[in-house]
């Protein structure tokens, strides 16, 4: 690329998807920029911008007929109709005839790519800024403008890539300053460790954030500093994260470095594992731990390498070089030997699950989905139970593929009907017999007309055949349980929602599903959820299986595998848990620094102990949220976190994965408030208001979040702005934490809290389920959805670039920006809404959906097809980058929302542009003002 | 002994047992929350869920039996404990120790458990002095 030869000697350019922007690295030092080296060595830089060539024909892009235009535009004027607007707004005159100074249609791509590269250079919004032409109502119609481009580059100056200045607070505006969604994407501000800290000065020394972050990159020495400011201070783990990266759907991010050798050097004292800021005494023999300043002893066989027998070199050791790290355990870290991987499916096959479909689905996508099952080591064995108001047992001969059914009607005291070890068989030895049950369980039962579910004993059954070797039950139920031990009772009330009674239908119904939990955690069983209902199924209660289990919920209310949108939906997100490399037996600690103490857990787990979480089984990608005090005074420059997750691979290893975090401290409030990771504060947040809904209620939640707010607004306002004056014209906060206000907005009217009487008990419930375990990366846009416009998106939107698929540029939540000849996405990565507007020109309406007009397109679930022409090619990959750009096994359903459709699901799709005024909610600027009022009212001055 | 008498020394008795609980579950509280012995959770709750009923049926039998001989001022000291304890018995029905819970709720349990001792302590002085009282005042 072009970039590249405009580059000095010794730099790269390497593009940065998520910023839309190079990221400029000088190889020798690793040394890390946004600006190009030549822009900030006060080269000349105007070569690389330079007007680009002229225009070179329309090439492979698609043009619209005037006529077209001239239809839809309905006023006489033919509208010169820039081809790169695609499907545009009617084109003002004057403004979009003009070509762009920068801008020049019919760039082939490439050259395109490199005209955008060179304007790069320039600021972050090099990208948007520079397409005036293509989108018509940019910066027009809307009173919101983002802030101009030099200063959000020197913001970036401060997030600092550079050396060792200080923190540079910078407060904003928050009435004056229009929320910008990029922001989200943005890294967390830069962890600013003294020099020397890390004994081997690795870039990967602290672990990346996507692995472990803390709500505050600088951590306060004092409670009373942390008090004062009122921030939260928590740590947000997900130490067993897939790798696919968030930048670049292309490649994966590195892998976890494995510690083959078995020597593990731990602290004595305190038990924490060796890491990059120990530091080394007597010459090397001897270590000193940086949490408890103990002096260890380096093990012997430390300096050798086992693999080639020859001393080796300690400095490239894994441990002490990276943050996130694996070793190989040695049977001092076995109870007992690594359990296989035991799978039991509990199929429910009552009427109402063999008529939905869901029967069918799920045996065929097991089928499917055997070779994905880890099986590395040939010991995975599996069990199959279906239940409706008796359990049905299938007893399999290994090597044939005959298979016995036997019926358990009893299930007041449920029993096994044959030993343990012929109903759970190793897969590989009876593939074909499994593959023939799975083949023909739906013929088994589907004529059933038996209505009612035994649930609770089809429970205690799967846990009798797992519980001598822990393993996992995979629940598959399509109605409320109504029979035996754990029947619930249709709570379900439309007069008590919206109601302060309503958070009652949020917690458990029966004490079954948490002894059970319990039980189940003890003996190493994992319970994973996949609930289909049509009617109520009370996912609260059943819910509470997986959270203390460290299992998965999964909920698709209505589900029909008639509408094949929802069978490939269920079939993909069951046929990835499947298939996951999950960890097994697992326990989790935090450890840290003296005078720090982990105070709260939120997650999927079991406390076992003060600082113990015990984990049956370990799925990818699941969030844990771990709250911290201060108990005493730090002295220390820094102070490290570490999380080790003792688990066995689902291969049959035991293995220890050891995740370090090292964070200065400080005793300067402002430092303490530049280094706010608003991402990290909004997941404790979110986890926080859940459990304060299962505690107590859900107006508390609200409350809790809105005071959270409160008091880090005003705390800031009365430390840093020194109270009213000019100040108290707006609402301050520093520039790190800008949308932090919006993302507790975004969780108020989520509707996992949002105060209404129209949101079932258990989309709720379900809502929860997902906040407190979602990682960051895929909890953000869940809180604040992603907004795009596909009908006037830049030519090169769903093309693939240097890293996938590009995505159209985000749009701010509000409704303002939706025009009734568009076509827009709207997703949280749970749903994607396709909003159609009403004057669509009807060719856009045949490129994207093959059909002759709007008014023959009906909304609701949509498979888009995909059709011989660039647009529905570009939309198509859009579609897809979406689904798949996120960690997580959540595959979101297409909805097409008509402007002028079914009202439920308009304003289903409306509710997600949080800056808009909801039914009893405000609107972004309303609640700003209302802050506004409170800090100024009182306390706060 | 006059059955004044006898019935303070029982309430004695009586307070010195729920005292001792009290001593348990505080014990018990603070063993968890150091984690010295390791102490599982679910084993501490199950263990203490099964005083919890008789201690509180222990306490209401008190009251009855102050109420029969009618003892006003003893069942009147003693009335906010056993509503207290009716409500969250038998009305909520919040009065088991949940394992998944512990370790949020400790901090409530515990200050629970201090305020109990502190009522049976108070108690137990209180129904020591009566019996001395109902004992003298038979021997004159």
Not at chain 1, 286 to 300: A, G, I, T
Not at chain 1, 661 to 683: H, K, R, W
Request: hydrophobic share 40%; aromatic share 10%.
């Amino acid at each position: 690329m072009s970039q590249q030869n405009d580059l000095p000697p010794g730099w790269i350019a390497q593009w940065d998807p998520t910023h839309q922007r190079h990221l400029f690295i000088e190889t020798t030092s690793g040394h890390q920029q946004w600006e190009h080296p030549l822009e900030t060595a006060g080269g000349p830089l105007d070569a690389t911008v330079a007007p680009a060539p002229a225009p070179s024909g329309h090439g492979k892009r698609r043009a619209y007929a005037v006529g077209q235009t001239h239809a839809y535009d309905g006023a006489g004027e033919v509208a010169p109709y820039p081809d790169a607007a695609g499907y545009g707004a009617p084109v003002q005159p004057g403004m979009g005839g003009a070509p762009a100074p920068l801008f020049t249609p019919g760039l082939a791509n490439d050259q395109f790519a490199a005209q955008q590269q060179a304007a790069q250079g320039q600021g972050y919004y090099g990208g948007s800024e520079q397409y005036p032409a293509q989108q018509p109502a940019y910066g027009q119609q809307q009173p919101m403008q983002y802030p101009p481009v030099n200063q959000l580059a020197d913001q970036f100056g401060h997030m600092g890539l550079g050396g060792q200045k200080p923190f540079a607070l910078h407060t904003a505006n928050l009435v004056a300053t229009p929320p910008n969604p990029l922001e989200l994407l943005m890294p967390p501000p830069e962890i600013r460790l003294p020099p020397g800290a890390s004994i081997t000065d690795s870039p990967a020394a602290n672990a990346d954030p996507s692995y472990m972050r803390s709500t505050i990159n600088v951590v306060p020495t004092t409670y009373q500093l942390l008090n004062k400011s009122k921030l939260p201070f928590s740590l947000v783990l997900t130490p067993h994260r897939t790798l696919k990266s968030a930048v670049n759907s292309s490649v994966d991010d590195p892998p976890v470095p494995v510690v083959t050798d078995t020597v593990i050097a731990r602290c004595r004292r305190c038990r924490s594992y060796i890491n990059p800021y120990v530091t080394f005494i007597d010459g090397g023999q001897r270590w000193k731990c940086c949490l408890c300043s103990m002096s260890n002893e380096v093990p012997q066989m430390f300096d050798w390498d086992q693999a080639r027998n020859q001393p080796g070199d300690r400095w490239s050791r894994p441990e002490l070089t990276s943050g996130a790290v694996e070793f190989v355990a040695p049977t001092e870290y076995m109870v007992r030997p690594p359990q296989p991987l035991v799978y039991v499916f509990l199929i429910d096959v009552s009427h109402a699950a063999v008529q939905s479909g869901m029967v069918a689905t799920a045996t065929r996508t097991i089928l499917e989905s055997l070779d994905r099952i880890p099986n590395d080591d040939n010991r995975t064995r599996i069990s199959l139970i279906a239940f409706d108001t008796a359990l049905y047992f299938f007893s399999l001969t290994p090597g044939s593929t005959e298979t016995s059914m036997l019926v358990v009607s009893d299930i007041d005291d449920v029993f096994l009907p044959k030993p343990n070890d012929q109903l759970v068989l190793n897969l590989t030895e009876s593939r074909a017999a499994v593959e023939t049950l799975l083949g023909r369980l739906q013929e088994m039962f589907q004529d059933t007309q038996i209505i009612g579910s035994a649930l609770g004993p089809a429970l205690q059954a799967g846990f009798q055949l797992a519980s001598t070797t822990g393993g996992k039950l995979i629940t598959l139920s399509a109605s409320l349980p109504t029979l035996g031990v754990g029947a619930l009772k249709n709570r379900e009330d439309p007069k008590i929602l919206g109601t302060p009674k309503e958070s009652a239908l949020l917690q458990a119904g029966s004490p079954f599903y948490k002894t059970f939990a319990i039980e189940c955690s003890r003996a190493q069983v994992s319970v994973d959820m996949f609930l289909f209902a049509a009617t109520y199924t009370d996912v609260a209660s059943l819910s509470c299986l997986p959270h203390y289990t460290s299992g998965q919920t999964f909920f698709y209310p209505g589900f029909n595998a008639a509408r094949s949108e929802d069978a490939i939906k269920f079939a993909h997100e069951f046929g990835i848990v499947l298939g996951s490399q999950i960890g097994l037996e697992a326990v989790i600690r935090v450890r840290a620094s003296r005078g720090i103490h982990m105070s709260a857990f939120h997650g999927n787990f079991f406390v076992r102990s003060t600082d113990l979480l015990a984990l049956p089984a370990v799925p990818p990608d699941q969030n844990y949220v771990i709250e911290i005090s201060l108990e005493e005074t730090l002295t220390t420059p820094f102070v490290v976190f570490q999380t080790a997750v003792l688990h066995t691979t689902c291969f049959g290893e035991r293995r220890i994965r050891v995740i370090t975090l090292a964070l200065p401290t400080t005793s300067n409030i402002s430092e303490l408030y530049a280094s706010v990771d608003q991402i990290a504060v909004a997941t404790f947040l979110a986890n926080k208001a859940v459990e304060r809904t299962q505690a107590n209620k859900l107006e508390d939640a609200r409350d809790m979040v809105q005071k959270y707010v409160t008091d880090i607004l005003g705390a800031y306002k009365s430390n840093m702005t020194g109270g009213g004056g000019a100040a108290a014209a707006g609402l301050a906060i520093p520039t790190n934490m800008q949308m932090f206000p919006l993302l507790a907005l975004g969780l108020l009217k989520h509707v996992a809290l949002r105060q209404s009487s129209q949101i079932a008990p258990d989309l709720r419930a379900y809502a929860h389920s997902l906040l407190t375990t979602l990682p960051s990366q895929t909890l953000i846009p869940y809180l604040h959805p992603s907004f795009y416009s596909l009908h006037d998106m830049p030519p090169e939107c769903g093309t693939i670039g240097d890293a996938g698929v590009i995505l159209p540029p985000l749009l701010p939540l509000t409704s303002e920006r939706l025009v009734k000849h568009g076509l827009f996405v709207i997703e949280d990565g749970q749903t994607i809404f396709l909003w159609v507007g009403r004057d669509s020109v009807p060719q856009l309406i045949m490129d994207v959906f093959n059909l002759p007009n709007y008014e023959a397109l009906r909304g609701g679930k949509y498979t888009l097809p995909i059709l011989d022409n660039p647009f529905s090619q570009r939309v198509n990959a859009i579609i897809g980058k979406i689904r798949e750009m996120r960690r997580g096994p959540y595959y979101p359903a297409l909805f097409i929302v008509k402007e002028d459709g079914e009202p439920p699901m308009r304003l289903w799709a409306l509710s997600a542009l949080i800056q808009d005024r909801g039914d009893q909610t405000p609107s972004y600027q309303q609640w700003l003002g209302q802050l506004k009022d409170k800090l100024n009212g009182s306390s706060y001055n | 002994m006059g059955g004044e008498g006898w019935l303070f020394l029982f309430a004695v008795l009586m307070a010195a047992a729920l005292l001792f609980t009290s001593v348990f579950f505080i014990i018990m509280f603070s063993d968890l929350e150091c984690g010295e012995h390791y102490m599982n959770p679910i084993d501490l709750c199950n263990k203490l869920n099964q005083f919890v009923v008789p201690e509180n049926l222990a306490h209401a039998f008190l009251c009855l039996l102050f109420l029969l001989s009618f003892q006003w001022t003893a069942l009147l000291i003693n009335a906010p404990l056993l509503a207290y304890n009716v409500n969250k018995v038998v009305i909520t029905k919040t009065h088991t120790f949940d394992a998944t819970e512990i370790f949020r709720t400790l901090p409530q349990h515990k200050k629970e458990s201090f305020i109990r001792l502190g009522f049976y302590l108070l108690s137990f002085f209180y129904y020591l002095y009566r019996m001395i009282v109902a004992l003298i005042s038979e021997s004159e």
